[in-house]
Protein backbone atom coordinates (compact mmCIF):
# COMPACT_ATOMS: atom_id res chain seq x y z
CA UNK A 1 0.00 0.00 0.00
CA UNK A 2 2.99 2.07 1.04
CA UNK A 3 4.54 1.96 -2.39
CA UNK A 4 1.55 2.41 -4.38
CA UNK A 5 0.92 5.67 -2.21
CA UNK A 6 4.28 6.53 -3.30
CA UNK A 7 4.26 6.20 -6.62
CA UNK A 8 1.14 7.99 -7.00
CA UNK A 9 2.49 10.52 -5.26
CA UNK A 10 5.41 10.48 -7.81
CA UNK A 11 3.66 10.87 -10.88
CA UNK A 12 1.29 14.15 -9.47
CA UNK A 13 4.38 15.70 -8.58
CA UNK A 14 5.55 15.02 -12.22
CA UNK A 15 2.79 16.31 -13.64
CA UNK A 16 3.07 19.84 -11.48
CA UNK A 17 6.92 20.20 -12.30
CA UNK A 18 6.03 19.46 -16.10
CA UNK A 19 3.18 22.44 -15.81
CA UNK A 20 5.39 24.67 -13.92
CA UNK A 21 8.28 24.12 -16.56
CA UNK A 22 5.70 24.51 -19.66
CA UNK A 23 4.62 27.50 -17.97
CA UNK A 24 8.08 28.85 -17.60
CA UNK A 25 8.73 27.80 -20.99
CA UNK A 26 5.83 29.94 -22.25
CA UNK A 27 6.83 33.17 -20.25
CA UNK A 28 10.34 32.55 -22.06
CA UNK A 29 8.78 32.39 -25.36
CA UNK A 30 6.77 35.39 -25.19
CA UNK A 31 9.23 37.49 -23.53
CA UNK A 32 11.78 36.53 -26.57
CA UNK A 33 9.12 37.36 -28.58
CA UNK A 34 8.55 40.82 -27.74
CA UNK A 35 12.39 41.53 -27.73
CA UNK A 36 12.57 40.09 -30.78
CA UNK A 37 10.44 43.23 -31.94
CA UNK A 38 13.07 45.77 -30.32
CA UNK A 39 15.52 47.75 -32.65
CA UNK A 40 18.72 46.60 -31.76
CA UNK A 41 22.70 47.57 -32.86
CA UNK A 42 25.29 45.15 -32.59
CA UNK A 43 29.03 45.15 -34.62
CA UNK A 44 30.53 42.34 -37.02
CA UNK A 45 34.13 42.93 -38.50
CA UNK A 46 34.94 46.19 -37.91
CA UNK A 47 31.13 47.56 -39.16
CA UNK A 48 28.34 48.58 -37.03
CA UNK A 49 24.92 47.69 -37.62
CA UNK A 50 21.47 48.82 -36.56
CA UNK A 51 18.71 45.46 -37.00
CA UNK A 52 14.95 46.81 -37.15
CA UNK A 53 12.12 44.24 -36.85
CA UNK A 54 9.19 44.47 -38.49
CA UNK A 55 8.06 40.92 -36.58
CA UNK A 56 9.60 37.49 -36.09
CA UNK A 57 10.00 37.04 -40.03
CA UNK A 58 11.05 39.96 -41.56
CA UNK A 59 12.60 43.89 -40.85
CA UNK A 60 15.42 45.56 -41.92
CA UNK A 61 19.20 46.11 -41.22
CA UNK A 62 21.24 49.49 -41.45
CA UNK A 63 24.71 49.81 -41.48
CA UNK A 64 24.71 53.82 -41.45
CA UNK A 65 25.07 53.94 -45.11
CA UNK A 66 22.67 51.12 -46.46
CA UNK A 67 19.57 49.78 -45.56
CA UNK A 68 19.05 46.12 -46.20
CA UNK A 69 15.80 44.39 -46.09
CA UNK A 70 15.53 40.48 -44.72
CA UNK A 71 12.94 37.83 -45.02
CA UNK A 72 13.35 34.44 -43.05
CA UNK A 73 11.17 31.61 -44.48
CA UNK A 74 10.85 27.37 -43.31
CA UNK A 75 11.17 24.53 -45.09
CA UNK A 76 11.57 21.29 -44.20
CA UNK A 77 14.44 20.80 -41.52
CA UNK A 78 15.80 24.25 -42.06
CA UNK A 79 15.03 27.58 -43.06
CA UNK A 80 16.33 30.23 -45.28
CA UNK A 81 16.56 33.81 -45.02
CA UNK A 82 16.44 36.66 -48.07
CA UNK A 83 18.61 39.87 -48.36
CA UNK A 84 17.20 42.61 -50.42
CA UNK A 85 19.79 45.08 -50.76
CA UNK A 86 19.15 48.76 -52.25
CA UNK A 87 20.14 48.30 -55.97
CA UNK A 88 17.16 45.19 -56.22
CA UNK A 89 19.46 42.52 -56.04
CA UNK A 90 19.26 39.38 -53.77
CA UNK A 91 21.34 36.67 -51.38
CA UNK A 92 19.57 33.93 -50.12
CA UNK A 93 20.70 31.73 -47.40
CA UNK A 94 19.86 28.54 -46.38
CA UNK A 95 20.47 26.11 -43.44
CA UNK A 96 19.35 22.95 -43.27
CA UNK A 97 19.99 20.40 -40.27
CA UNK A 98 18.60 17.68 -38.09
CA UNK A 99 18.43 15.07 -40.43
CA UNK A 100 22.59 13.50 -40.34
CA UNK A 101 23.12 13.26 -36.47
CA UNK A 102 22.35 16.86 -35.93
CA UNK A 103 24.70 18.44 -38.33
CA UNK A 104 23.89 21.84 -39.55
CA UNK A 105 24.21 22.45 -43.35
CA UNK A 106 24.84 26.23 -44.50
CA UNK A 107 24.73 27.75 -47.98
CA UNK A 108 24.24 30.91 -49.80
CA UNK A 109 23.43 32.29 -53.10
CA UNK A 110 23.36 35.89 -54.95
CA UNK A 111 21.42 37.05 -57.62
CA UNK A 112 23.55 37.10 -60.96
CA UNK A 113 24.51 40.95 -60.58
CA UNK A 114 25.20 41.01 -56.80
CA UNK A 115 27.95 43.40 -56.27
CA UNK A 116 30.22 41.97 -53.84
CA UNK A 117 32.65 44.57 -53.40
CA UNK A 118 29.65 47.26 -52.95
CA UNK A 119 27.46 45.67 -50.63
CA UNK A 120 28.24 42.99 -47.03
CA UNK A 121 27.10 39.29 -48.45
CA UNK A 122 24.32 37.51 -47.29
CA UNK A 123 26.16 34.87 -44.84
CA UNK A 124 27.59 38.12 -43.02
CA UNK A 125 24.48 39.56 -42.95
CA UNK A 126 23.14 36.44 -41.84
CA UNK A 127 25.43 36.43 -38.40
CA UNK A 128 24.92 39.69 -37.62
CA UNK A 129 21.25 38.76 -37.00
CA UNK A 130 22.26 35.80 -35.15
CA UNK A 131 24.02 38.25 -32.66
CA UNK A 132 20.30 38.94 -32.10
CA UNK A 133 19.62 39.51 -27.97
CA UNK A 134 16.48 37.28 -28.58
CA UNK A 135 18.30 34.62 -30.67
CA UNK A 136 20.67 34.16 -28.08
CA UNK A 137 18.26 33.84 -24.95
CA UNK A 138 16.14 31.58 -27.44
CA UNK A 139 18.83 29.42 -27.63
CA UNK A 140 19.70 29.49 -23.91
CA UNK A 141 16.37 28.63 -23.37
CA UNK A 142 16.10 25.87 -25.67
CA UNK A 143 19.33 23.97 -24.31
CA UNK A 144 18.57 24.34 -20.41
CA UNK A 145 14.60 23.68 -20.63
CA UNK A 146 14.98 20.04 -21.02
CA UNK A 147 17.53 19.78 -17.74
CA UNK A 148 16.09 21.62 -15.81
CA UNK A 149 12.94 19.28 -15.52
CA UNK A 150 14.46 17.00 -15.20
CA UNK A 151 16.33 18.30 -11.92
CA UNK A 152 13.03 19.32 -11.52
CA UNK A 153 12.04 15.82 -11.12
CA UNK A 154 14.39 13.85 -9.62
CA UNK A 155 15.23 16.70 -7.16
CA UNK A 156 11.31 16.87 -5.84
CA UNK A 157 10.87 12.59 -5.93
CA UNK A 158 13.79 12.37 -3.94
CA UNK A 159 12.58 15.00 -1.33
CA UNK A 160 8.94 14.12 -1.19
CA UNK A 161 9.51 10.78 -1.67
CA UNK A 162 12.82 9.04 -0.17
CA UNK A 163 11.60 5.21 -0.12
CA UNK A 164 10.76 5.36 -3.33
CA UNK A 165 14.00 6.69 -4.91
CA UNK A 166 15.71 4.10 -2.55
CA UNK A 167 13.52 1.08 -3.49
CA UNK A 168 14.35 2.07 -7.15
CA UNK A 169 18.52 2.22 -6.19
CA UNK A 170 18.76 -0.48 -3.66
CA UNK A 171 15.30 -2.20 -2.39
CA UNK A 172 14.61 -3.89 -5.44
CA UNK A 173 17.85 -5.79 -5.16
CA UNK A 174 17.18 -7.20 -1.57
CA UNK A 175 14.17 -8.80 -0.30
CA UNK A 176 11.83 -7.56 2.69
CA UNK A 177 14.64 -4.50 2.71
CA UNK A 178 13.92 -1.34 3.78
CA UNK A 179 16.20 2.29 4.61
CA UNK A 180 17.26 3.55 6.91
CA UNK A 181 16.79 7.07 8.34
CA UNK A 182 20.30 8.28 7.32
CA UNK A 183 19.18 6.84 3.53
CA UNK A 184 16.11 8.46 3.87
CA UNK A 185 18.20 11.47 5.20
CA UNK A 186 20.92 11.43 2.43
CA UNK A 187 18.13 10.72 -0.39
CA UNK A 188 16.13 13.70 1.19
CA UNK A 189 19.65 15.99 1.04
CA UNK A 190 20.35 15.07 -2.54
CA UNK A 191 16.51 15.85 -3.74
CA UNK A 192 16.91 19.70 -2.19
CA UNK A 193 20.38 20.25 -3.85
CA UNK A 194 18.37 19.18 -7.07
CA UNK A 195 15.88 21.11 -6.28
CA UNK A 196 18.26 24.57 -5.87
CA UNK A 197 20.39 23.82 -8.88
CA UNK A 198 17.13 24.07 -10.66
CA UNK A 199 15.75 26.94 -9.45
CA UNK A 200 18.95 28.62 -10.17
CA UNK A 201 18.85 27.67 -13.63
CA UNK A 202 15.44 29.03 -13.84
CA UNK A 203 16.14 32.56 -12.29
CA UNK A 204 19.90 33.10 -14.60
Same mark, same amino acid.
Given at each position: ????? &?????? /? ?10 S ?10 T ?30 ? &??? #? ?9 ? #?????Y ?9 ? &? ?8 ? #?????? /? ?16 ? $? ?11 ? $? #????? *?? *? ?34 ? &? ?5 ? /? *? ?6 ? *??
Amino acid at each position: MRKRR &NIALAV /LILAVLTALVLSLSACAKKQTATASLEPYTTGWDGAVYTITPIDAYKGTISDGT &NTY #SYRYDTSGTGY #SVTFTYPDGETYRCME &NGGTSGGVVF #SSGSAS /LDFDFDKYPDGMTLKRVL $KRSPAAKHEEKST $K #SWGIT *LF *LLFVGGINTACPQLTWHLDVGWKVKDAEPSEAALTW &NRIVGVV /L *LIIAGIMI *LV
